[in-house]
């Protein structure tokens, strides 16, 4: 099992940039796929991006893509999201989310985080 917290929420003005992190501890973190997901009042929780286990691999959603950077350091047992040029539509709660196998966009990963607020406002 592994247990997440994220962290870097807050408030940010449109076109400024935020970066979350999310701390893993529990089991070894390189064996994890990673990613986050974001969730609006009254819509769905819907995928931002996902990373591989090694790494290698990411995807983005279609909203995101350009703008949002997802990197992974196993030595520090910890994901990020990089949000650049962010608007309003990004305000959301944004959740970290692990899995030992993969993540994708119908497929969560067995792990949350408590989730922290991104709201993106002048």
């Known amino acids: 099992q592994v247990q997440l917290v994220e962290s870097g929420g807050g408030l940010v003005q449109p076109g400024g940039s935020l970066r979350l992190s999310c701390a893993a501890s529990?089991?070894?973190?390189?064996?994890?796929?990673m990613g986050w997901f974001r969730q609006a009042p009254a819509k769905e929780r819907e995928i931002v991006a996902s990373?591989?286990?090694?790494?290698?691999?990411?995807y983005y959603a279609d909203s995101v893509k350009g703008r949002f950077t997802i990197s992974k350091d196993n030595a520090k047992n910890t994901v990020y999201l990089q949000m650049n040029s962010l608007k309003p539509e990004d305000t959301a709660v944004y959740y970290c989310?692990?899995?030992?196998?993969?993540?994708?966009?119908?497929?969560?990963?067995?792990?949350w985080g408590q989730g922290t607020q991104v709201t993106v406002s002048s």
């Open positions: 989310n692990a899995d030992p196998i993969l993540i994708a966009p119908k497929r969560p990963g067995a792990y």
């Open positions: 529990g089991r070894t973190f390189s064996g994890y796929a």
């Open positions: 990373i591989t286990r090694s790494g290698g691999n990411t």
